[in-house]
């Protein structure tokens, strides 16, 4: 299983603060915390709780999916049908298959 990347997600949060135009101490207000805690949650001092990040998600006002979006992949049901059946294919049919897609 793939580890959580604490210092990407505290990034994203600094960067999205900074977007903004908010300051710690609003962010710290508005998420119910100390302002040295943004700080130490920017600079990757300490790991996010997940209280915490729905607190800043919607101080920022972003959705943890935003914040979120590097943790994870996520395959549509439709793109799982196309993996499902192409696993099925021989190498043939696959190569047939990436001809049709590059002339749609």
Do not use: W
Request: proline residues 2%; charged residues 25%; hydrophobic residues 40%.
């Amino acid at each position: 299983m793939k580890e959580i990347n604490f210092e990407l997600i505290s990034k994203r949060i600094k960067e999205t603060r900074i977007a903004r135009g908010l300051t710690q101490e609003y962010l710290a207000n508005a998420a119910d915390v100390n302002v040295s805690h943004i700080s130490n949650i920017e600079n990757h001092r300490v790991k996010i709780s997940l209280p915490t990040l729905v607190n800043i998600c919607n101080a920022l006002d972003v959705t943890v999916d935003y914040i979120l979006a590097s943790e994870y992949t996520s395959t549509s049901p439709l793109d799982n049908e196309v993996l499902k059946r192409l696993h099925s294919c021989s190498d043939e049919q696959k190569v047939k298959i990436l001809k049709i897609m590059d002339i749609i």
